[in-house]
Structures are given as C-alpha cells and as structure tokens.
C-alpha cells in the first residue's frame, strides 16, 4: 500500500477519519436525549461540574456512603439547629479527580436547566470518543499494519461498551482518549537515534509531553498511575542506546508528576495525605452496600486492617471479580476474539507488546477492585488495543494478499456489521424504549416532580436513589439507610433531618448480596415504613413524619413511597 494514503495528511486517509468521527458523534446523539438513564456516578461526576459552573467551588451535594477516611462510626456531626444539608454539600476533592468535572463544567455553562446542561455535558462525551478516532489511529498506525489498524478502529466505533458509556457524563471517555493520546506520544519517542542533536531535542519532549498526558489522565481518573507505569518500565527495557532509555523515563516522570502534583499537593494539605480518597473504602468492605445502603453508624477499619482480618474473603471476591473483568473485556472483543487462536508470542513485537502490557495492566488493576462494579466500563481502556492486536496477526501473515485488495474491505465491513448490529444496534435499541432502558423510569420521574413540588431548592432530601434526586430536582440528597431497627433510623432523621424522604422501591431481591442476606432488601423497608392497616403506623415510621404519597410503577413490585414531616404535609 502507499505510505502516503496512511498519513493523516492524505486526503483519502484523513477523509475516512473524519467521516468516521463524525459517524461516532452522529450515532451518540439520538442516545442523550433523556436524562432518565444517566448512570449514579455520572450523576454525581455532572453535580460536581454543576456546582462549579455557578461558582460554587469543587463540591459535591451527594452523600451515598456514610464512610469517612480515617474510616470512623458515623459521619460528621450536624451543627444543632442546622439543616443535614450541612453535612451533605461537602468538598469533592477526595470524591473525583478534577479534571472532566472541571471540563463538563463549561458545557453546563450553556444552559441553566438541568436536562439541559446534561444533555450539553454528554454531547461533550461524544465528542470526545469521536476524537479518540483519529488520535487511535495515530496511535495504531506505526504498530499494527494498516488494514489492522483501519479494521480495528472502524470496527471498534460501534463497540457496545464504548456506544454506551460515550453517551454517559462519565470520565471514561475523556480518561481514554488521554491514554490513547499518551502512548501515541510514546511510541513515537526514538529508541535507537542515529543522529545527535536532534534526538537529544526530540527524547525528552516526546517523553515530557507523553508524561503531561499520562499525567491528565491521572487527573481524571486514578488508574491513569497505573498505565503509566507502562512505558516507564518499557523505557528501561534492552535495545535502546544507552543513556537514551533512562533520559526518556525521567522525562516521562517529570511531565506526569509536574501535572499531578498540584491535584496531589492540596490533597495533603487539606486532608494530610497526597491519596487521600473517599473512595478507599472500596477495600474496606466486601461489598459496596455495606457502606452504602447500610453504612449509617457502621464502623470501617482501614484497608490494610481489613484485608488482613478477612483475607481469605477477599482472596475470593478478587476470584470473582476477575471473571468479571474477563467477562467485561470479552464484552467489548466481541467477533474478533474467535481471532485469539491465531495469536503467537512472536506477533507481540516491539510497540505490540506496550499495547499488550497496557491491557494487561488496566486488567489487572480492576480486577484487584473488588467491590467495584461495571466490568465492561473499566476494560474499555484495552478494547481499541486488544482489537488491534487481535487483527494485526493474521493481517501480517497475509499481508501479500490482503492489502489492499477488495478483502481486507470486505473483511473490514463484515467485522464492523457485526459490532454495530450486535454493539451499537443493541444500546440503541435499548435506548429508543419509552422507559430507555430504565425498567423503574415512571416512578423516577413522578419522584423528581415530587421532589421539586414539596422542598424548595436547597433542601435536603433522603433518598435510596441521592443521584437521581440531585441531577434532576437539583437539590443536595443523603442516602436512605436501610435497617430494622426503628430507634437507628431515628437517629438518622435526628442527624440530617431532611424535608422529605422518597423510597423508590425497584431493586431485584434475588440480586440482594449473599453477604447481606441478614439486611432488608428495598422491599422490606417499605414493608416496614408502611402502616399494616388503615390508620395504624409502620413499625419503621419515625415520630412526626407520614406517609403521604404512594405510586406504583409501569412493572410489578415497583413503588414509590413519599414522606413528609406532619407540619410539612
């Protein structure tokens, strides 16, 4: 094939790219027209960026966990006299790294209502994932041959995994398109230069500028570190000149570190510690309700505390979320992993083996996440490599008669029908039912009207679903703990005393954790909220609040249950 037809500066090459990206962000489009479907930590990444487009600061009116870092009992005391929305509107500093919040924040700038400022917030997703396009190709260009690099990304366009979370206000988008950009960068940093001065320029600015990059993407999501660490190593590896290996690696660490040291450095002044998270206690529990749905006046011993108590536990929920990770990655591989029995050893060649290292790095990482969810969000990252590398091997070993004929075309259109038939046709059929997805979208959506008609903005809400309550009725929002005991739920009205309290009751019991099969399911407490007769209470109801609205849903079993302080109703 014309080397000149590969170049971006082609015109044949750059016009499938562009028409490819504008495929991509066409194709998102109809998907965010309703906001109905935007997932909790969209939700919670768009409050953030809400927050700072009116000014606000870098905060966050979500509370969904009651655990703190040092883990403690309870959560912050409410001043007496003030409403919980003291305790909820808080610092989301150690909540999300700052960086999509912050860019989210100039779409939300573009409208002051709520749907609309979402609906701008995912159109900027879009654009997004189609930029990851042409920056792929950059990327896939110098290591796979082209007909793999085309197939791959024209293939990995219509990616179920990639269709649906590019549609999401999410970080993932953003986080990989950073990482793509940054090992573009990398592999373009010279190994084995034959001149002098120019790679003594051009090692330390790639490698720099590779390092800024690795470092955005840190800045948008944690695991950025990790797959740093990947041309880090691959720097030091044999075969580079001497001297050129160790000058690119420092370059590397320099720029990711002058990036992410600011984000880092106000973490330890405010919190003591440049990592401090509130979302360690991810490896304080086996289960993420324990601290969510059931983490009111529960106490959370530190990680290393808690993994060495429960290690055996742990040992198996890291078993099981490696099949879920697999699972996840095998979701996103779809037709071109029947491609996998072709693979040798010897394919990984050169910058191929970074692009293995990448996967199996991001894979390895989540999988040690073992209370997180969303398999297939996670892997996204090693979808665009493992695709390529899946393609490359029997593309090579019949590159005489496959480029670039009417088979590789025809090879190339058959594998991208089968991803956006089986990938984007699905999300898009998902997404074009009234409900969008959302088996409880009619309960949610009266909740939000509730929601709106009984509080002014500003005030509290109690609620199983906080991020629902925050993105749409714009009004800060604690979760609902789920318990027996009357006296504990009590207490937890006493400490953040909301204005209302909305029970969606749409949960699954058979998908109740095995863990938490002693707790009640959203069932029971509705159960126990609930008066058994006609002007009786519920046994769970606290003193001075009713009952004052009950909704069935579209589906059986699903509910909503409003209640009011007396005063109030």
């Keep these: 094939m014309n080397p000149r037809y590969l170049s971006l500066r082609s015109l044949p090459c750059a016009a499938w790219l562009t028409l490819l990206a504008l495929a991509v962000l066409l194709s998102r489009l109809p998907l965010i027209q309703d906001p109905i479907d935007v997932s909790p930590d ?78 701008w917030v995912r159109a900027l997703s879009a654009l997004l994932a189609a930029l990851t396009i042409p920056v792929g190709w950059l990327l896939l260009r110098p290591l796979v041959p082209p007909a793999a690099a085309a197939a791959a990304l024209t293939a990995f366009a219509f990616v179920g995994p990639f269709t649906r979370f590019s549609s999401q206000p999410l970080a993932e988008t953003l986080f990989l398109l950073l990482i793509v950009a940054g090992l573009s960068i990398w592999v373009r940093v010279p190994g084995k230069p034959a001149g002098a001065l120019r790679p003594l320029v051009l090692v330390p600015m790639l490698s720099g500028l590779a390092g800024v990059t690795f470092g955005l993407a840190y800045l948008t999501k944690p695991a950025g570190l ?13 075969g580079n000149r001497p001297g050129y290996g160790a000058r690119a690696a420092l370059a590397l660490a320099v720029g990711f570190l002058a990036t992410a040291a600011p984000w880092c450095v ?42 060495r108590e429960h290690l055996a536990e742990v040992a198996s929920a890291i078993l099981r979320q490696t099949g879920a990770m697999l699972v996840g990655l095998a979701e996103g591989l779809g037709p071109s992993l029947a491609l996998l029995a072709l693979l040798r050893r010897r394919d990984l060649i050169a910058g191929r083996g970074l692009l293995a290292a990448v996967i199996a790095v991001n894979f390895l990482v989540h999988s040690l996440c073992w209370a997180v969810w969303g398999a297939s969000r996670y892997m996204l990252v090693g979808v665009l490599p493992g695709m390529a590398l899946l393609l490359a091997a029997p593309l090579a070993r019949h590159a005489e008669g496959w480029q670039p004929g009417r088979k590789v075309f025809a090879f190339s259109a058959a594998l991208t029908l089968a991803y956006a038939v089986g990938g984007f046709g699905l999300v898009a059929a998902e997404k074009s039912r009234p409900d969008r997805g ?108 009713q009952v004052t609205r009950i909704a069935a849903g579209q589906r059986p079993g699903q509910w909503l249950i409003g209640l009011r302080a007396r005063d109030k109703s």
């Design 266 to 307: 106000l973490l330890a002044i405010r919190y003591g510690s440049p990592t401090y998270s509130s979302l360690w206690i991810n490896f304080s529990v086996l289960h993420i309700s324990e601290a969510q749905h059931y983490g009111f006046e529960r106490f959370f011993s530190p990680p290393a505390a808690f993994i």
């Design 438 to 545: 959302v088996p409880a979208a009619a309960i949610f959506r009266f909740g939000t009207v509730l929601a709106q008609e009984w509080t002014p903005p500003g005030a509290l809400i109690a609620t199983n679903h906080p991020w629902l309550v925050n993105m749409l009725a714009d009004r800060p929002a604690v979760i609902l703990p789920r318990t027996r005991d009357a006296r504990r739920l009590a207490r937890f009205f006493a400490r953040y005393r909301p204005r209302a309290v909305l029970l969606f009751v749409d949960e699954d019991p058979a998908r109740h954790p095995e863990r938490l099969r002693d707790e009640p399911t959203e069932s029971e407490l509705a159960a126990l909220l609930l008066p058994a007769l006609p002007g009786a209470r519920g046994p769970l109801l606290p003193t001075g609040w």
């Design 42 to 119: 969209g939700s919670e990444y768009f409050g953030i960026a809400r927050h700072l487009a009116r000014g606000e600061g870098y905060r966050s009116s979500i509370q969904w966990q009651f655990a703190t870092l040092p883990p403690s009992p309870a959560p912050p005391p409410v001043e007496e006299g003030r409403n919980g929305r003291a305790a909820v509107v808080h610092d989301a500093l150690p909540d999300r790294p700052p960086l999509w919040p912050a860019l989210a924040s100039l779409a939300c700038r573009l409208d002051s209502r709520p749907a609309a400022q979402i609906w």
């Design 226 to 238: 990790a797959l740093a660490l990947v041309p880090f190593a691959a720097a030091w590896l044999p």
